[in-house]
DNA sequence: CCTCGCCTTTGTAACGATCCAAATGTACCC
DNA sequence: GGGTACATTTGGATCGTTACAAAGGCGAGG
C-alpha cells in the first residue's frame, strides 16, 4: 500500500488518468459520481485517488462550468455579537449546501466596504450578503457589486438613488413593531414621561425604531418633549457619557426606550452615577438581547432579535436567489420577540 | 459615453481586447501595471476597461499562476465574542494584503471540522487559520489539510500523534502565565483558600490556566482541597449550575480563579444564590476580558488577551509563512495583561 | 543598405477541470 | 453473420487568465 508521500506539486485529475490508465473525463465522472461507470473501474479509479491523496480543484471546475461556490458576506461590525452570531447562522447553512463563505468585515467604514466589495467581486462569488456600513450609497454599491451578482440587503437601508437598487432582496428586522412593543409596554406600566435614547438617526434602523416609539407615544395620547429624544454612539462607553441629556429638559422622563441592548446597559451605568436605581426608580427597554441582558442588575426587557435564526434565513433568502434569479426582488421583515424583565418597573409612586 | 447595460455574460479579457484591438496580452500586461506596455496603448486599454465594466477574474488567475489569494480561518466557535474580535483582526491584515477570508465556524464539532476543511482545501486556500474544536485530533487534521498547505494552530492545542504535525506554527496565549499571575493576585489579597472553577480538562487551555493556578498555589505553600477543583462548559449557564460544587467540601473557599469571564459571570450568579455577595464575602477572578467584564457587578478581575491583536498576528504570521515556507516551525506565545477590579476583594475579616 | 538594439506587441500553450460528440466494446436478436 | 441497442470510455475543445519566446517596427550607427 504504498503511500505517495505529501511533496510539492498538487496531484490532478490527470496524475489519478494516468495512474491508473484511463482518461481525464473518466476521473472526472467517478469524482462526480456519474452513473455511467461501470462499478469495477470506478472503484479502481476510487483507490487511486486515495492512494493519491487527491484533492479536487474547485476553482478550476467552476471556471469550465462557470459556476460558482462561494457567497460573500460583508459586515460593518464583525466584532459585535450581534453580527458575529449572524456571521455563524449564515456559515452553517452555506456549509450545509456545499458552499463557501467568503468574509469581509468594513469596520463601518463606506469607503472599505467598497474596497472590500470590489476585492470580494473579484472570486466571483455567487450572491453577497451585504449589512451595509452607516451611510453607504446605493449608487456606488451598485457600482462595486455590478448589476449581475445577486445581493441581500441585511439590517440596514442604504441611502441614495431607489432605483439602483430595486432588484435587491432585502432582510430586516421589524424595528418599527419592536420598538412599538417596548414602548406600549413602559405605557402599560403606566409610565406616561417616556425618553427614546440613544442610536444615531444615520442609521434606518434607527429612524425605525424612533418611529415604532413615535407611533405608541401619540397612539397613548402622551406627547414628547425635545430632550427625551438623545442621540448617542451605540456603544456602552457613549450611552454612559450622554446619559446626562435626558435630565436638562423642564420635565425628567421616567422611562426610556433605548436603542439597543448595549445603550440600555451604558443607560443603567449613567443612572447609577445620577443615585437613580435603574429598575426601580426608573425604567428601561434594550433591542437585541444579547447574553448580557439576561443577566445584568437589573435583567433588561428587551427585544429578542434571534441574530443565528437571522443569519441562516439569510443564507436560505440568497441560495434561493442565486437558484433562480427570475423571481421579483422580496423584502422580508424578521419579527422580534419582547422579552419583559426587570428592567422595566413601573414608574415610582 | 456608451455605458453597456449590465447584462447576464461576464465581460473578459477577450472583450476588452477586442473592444480596443490589441491581444489579450497586452490587456493582461495593462491590468498588471506592466511597464512595458506604450503610454497611449495603456489609457486606450484602461478606457475600455471602465466602458465595458471589467471585473478581474482572480479564479482564473490564480489557476494560471498556479497562486491563491485566499486564507482560510476555521474556529470553534465564531458566536464567541472572544473569536468574533479575533477574525474581524484576521480579515482585518488580511483584506490589506490583498487577500480573502474564507470562513469557516465548526461550532466545536471535530466531525464538521473535519468536513469543513475539506470542503475550504477544495478552494486552494494559501494557507490556514485553525482554532481547533475540542479533542480535535492532529492525524485527522493532517489528512485532511495535506501536508503542503501551511497551518497555523491557535489558541488550542490538538491531541495526538505529535509528529504528524510538528511543521505547523502554533500561536498560544500564555495561559499558564495568566493563570499564575491570578492565583498570585489574590494570594496577595490575604487568600489562601482558592478553587479553580470552570473549563473543561478537554481543552488545552484549561489544562494549562489549571497549571499555572497550580505553581501559584505551590510556590506559596498552600494546598488545595479535591473539591476546590471544579469541572464546567465554559459558559454562563453550566457556571451557574455546577457552582454549589465549590462548597461541598470540608472547606469552603473564600476565593476561584476562573477559567474564563463567562464562568466567572456565571459564579457570581451562583454565590448570590447562596446568599454571598461576590466582591466583598468572595473573590474571583476571570479571563479573557470580555466587554462585559468592566461593567458587571462587580466588576470582573480578568486577563486581557486583546483578541483582536491575536486576529492580526494570526494573519501576519501565516501570511510570513506563505511567503517563504522553508524556516522552521515557530510557537508564538501571547503575553496576557491583569486587570484588577472589584472582584477580587481581600477576604472577609 | 544592412545590422543591431530597443521598445512594444502578440500567438500559442499552458493551468485543472468539464462538456460533447464520437468511438469502442459486447450482447442480443433475426 | 449482420445489424441494432446498450453500456462504457474517450479525445479534444473550452472556461479566463498568464508565461514565454518570438516577431514587428523603428531609429542609429557603420
Not at 456606488?140 to 445581493?151: E, F, H
Not at 420577540?337 to 413601573?346: D, G, H, K, M
Request: some cysteine; glycine content about 8%.
Amino acid at each position: 500500500m504504498g503511500n505517495i508521500p505529501p511533496v510539492g506539486r498538487k496531484v490532478t485529475l490527470s496524475d489519478i488518468a494516468a495512474g491508473c490508465d484511463v482518461s481525464r473525463a473518466t476521473v472526472s465522472l467517478v469524482l462526480r459520481g456519474s452513473p455511467l461507470v461501470n462499478k469495477h473501474t470506478r472503484a479502481r479509479v476510487e483507490e487511486e485517488l486515495r492512494r493519491q491523496g487527491y484533492v479536487y480543484n474547485r476553482a478550476a471546475a467552476n471556471l469550465r462550468r462557470r459556476t460558482s461556490s462561494s457567497i460573500a458576506l460583508v459586515l460593518n461590525d464583525l466584532a459585535n455579537p450581534f453580527f458575529a452570531e449572524f456571521a455563524a447562522g449564515v456559515d452553517e447553512v452555506l456549509g450545509d449546501t456545499g458552499f463557501v463563505t467568503l468574509l469581509g468585515s468594513t469596520s463601518e467604514s463606506t469607503e472599505r466596504e467598497l474596497a472590500v466589495l470590489s476585492s470580494l467581486m473579484e472570486h466571483g462569488p455567487a450572491g453577497i450578503i451585504l449589512s451595509p456600513a452607516e451611510g453607504s450609497d446605493a449608487q456606488q454599491i451598485l457600482s462595486a457589486v455590478g448589476g449581475v451578482t445577486p445581493l441581500l440587503l441585511f439590517n440596514r437601508e442604504v441611502s441614495g438613488d431607489v432605483a439602483a437598487c430595486d432588484h435587491w432582496d432585502r432582510l430586516f428586522l421589524d424595528n418599527q413593531r419592536g420598538a412599538r412593543l417596548a414602548t406600549e409596554h413602559l405605557i402599560g406600566q403606566g409610565h406616561k414621561r417616556i425618553a427614546f435614547y440613544g442610536g444615531h438617526l444615520g442609521s434606518s434602523s434607527c429612524r425605525q425604531r424612533r418611529a415604532g416609539y413615535t407611533e405608541a407615544m401619540k397612539a397613548a395620547g402622551l406627547s414628547v418633549e425635545p430632550s427625551w429624544m438623545v442621540e448617542c454612539i451605540p456603544n456602552r462607553l457613549d450611552a454612559v457619557a450622554q446619559s446626562e441629556q435626558l435630565f436638562q429638559g423642564k420635565t425628567a422622563p421616567t422611562a426610556a426606550v433605548c436603542y439597543n441592548d448595549a445603550v440600555a446597559l451604558g443607560l443603567m451605568l449613567g443612572l447609577h452615577q445620577r443615585g437613580l436605581q435603574p429598575g426601580r426608580d426608573f425604567a428601561l427597554t434594550g433591542f437585541d438581547d444579547i447574553a448580557e441582558a439576561a443577566v445584568s442588575a437589573p435583567p433588561l426587557t428587551t427585544l429578542a432579535v434571534t441574530p443565528r435564526d437571522r443569519g441562516r434565513q439569510a443564507a436560505e433568502l440568497i441560495l434561493q436567489r442565486v437558484k433562480d434569479p427570475s423571481p421579483p426582488p422580496r423584502q422580508t421583515i424578521a419579527p422580534v420577540q419582547l422579552l419583559v424583565r426587570a428592567s422595566s418597573c413601573p414608574p415610582p409612586a
